[in-house]
Structures are given as structure tokens and as C-alpha cells.
């Protein structure tokens, strides 16, 4: 069964709190790491790299793309590895879909972003 809850926008963080370095939330139970890229733009994610199950909020921004701290896979908004084999399925971290909202960053965890296969 679905809680109402996985499918509603929820605050996990001030925008002020965004700064260069990615941060960890967590959200119904989920870890997320939100992150800006080289734009200003914010993005969400699972905070898990699928190589190794590092905590991407360990890592940093490198340009428009997380850096995972323990091999330096890279991934961007849409969660696309931008190092590692991409076309691997595994190169892929669960973007979370989000928005700013005055000065609350909010995200979806119900939501599934979609990514088109290499």
C-alpha cells in the first residue's frame, strides 16, 4: 500500500543551507542528497552511488555533476553516470524529483524521473 504521503512535496531543507558542498536530508525514511550545480540550479537524489553504496553527500561538486568521495564516479541532474560506463543500468543514481519554493528546497519521493537508455 502507497502512504499519501510518498506522493505529496515535502520541505527537507532552507535554501540558504545549499551551499557548495552537497548535503545530506533525509525524508520519510529515505537518505536524499541535494546538491547545486555550476548553473545555481539544485538537484536531489538518492544518496547511495551504485558502484559501491557510498554516501554521495560525502562527495562534491564537480561542475554540473556529484562526485562520488570514494571512486569519483560522476553523475548529473538526471542522474547519469558522466564517467563510468553509461551504458551500464547500474551507472545511474534515482534523481528525486524537486523544486525551491520561496526558501524551503522541497522534494517528491513518489515521483520517478524517467532517463532514456544509452
Same mark, same amino acid.
Given at each position: 500500500? =502507497?502512504?499519501?504521503?510518498?506522493?505529496?512535496?515535502?520541505?527537507?531543507?532552507?535554501?540558504?543551507? #545549499? &551551499?557548495?558542498?552537497?548535503?545530506? $536530508?533525509?525524508?520519510?525514511?529515505?537518505?536524499?542528497? #541535494?546538491?547545486?550545480?555550476?548553473?545555481?540550479?539544485?538537484?536531489?537524489?538518492?544518496? =547511495?552511488?551504485?558502484?559501491?553504496?557510498?554516501?554521495?553527500?560525502?562527495?562534491?561538486?564537480?561542475?554540473?555533476? #556529484?562526485?562520488? @568521495?570514494?571512486? &569519483?564516479? =560522476?553523475?548529473?541532474?538526471? &542522474?547519469?553516470?558522466? +564517467?563510468?560506463?553509461? +551504458?551500464?543500468?547500474?551507472? $545511474?543514481? @534515482? /534523481?528525486? /524529483?524537486? @523544486?525551491? $519554493?520561496?526558501? @524551503? +528546497?522541497?522534494?517528491? /519521493?513518489?515521483?520517478?524521473?524517467?532517463?532514456?537508455?544509452?
Amino acid at each position: 500500500m =502507497r502512504m499519501i504521503e510518498s506522493s505529496l512535496f515535502h520541505p527537507v531543507a532552507l535554501v540558504d543551507d #545549499l &551551499g557548495a558542498a552537497p548535503l545530506a $536530508v533525509q525524508l520519510l525514511g529515505r537518505d536524499l542528497v #541535494l546538491w547545486r550545480d555550476a548553473r545555481g540550479g539544485v538537484h536531489a537524489a538518492t544518496d =547511495r552511488c551504485p558502484h559501491r553504496g557510498a554516501a554521495l553527500s560525502m562527495g562534491r561538486v564537480h561542475g554540473d555533476t #556529484l562526485e562520488c @568521495a570514494y571512486h &569519483g564516479w =560522476r553523475f548529473d541532474g538526471s &542522474g547519469r553516470s558522466t +564517467t563510468a560506463c553509461t +551504458t551500464l543500468k547500474m551507472a $545511474v543514481v @534515482a /534523481p528525486i /524529483p524537486m @523544486a525551491s $519554493v520561496s526558501a @524551503a +528546497t522541497v522534494v517528491n /519521493p513518489g515521483m520517478r524521473a524517467s532517463w532514456r537508455s544509452a
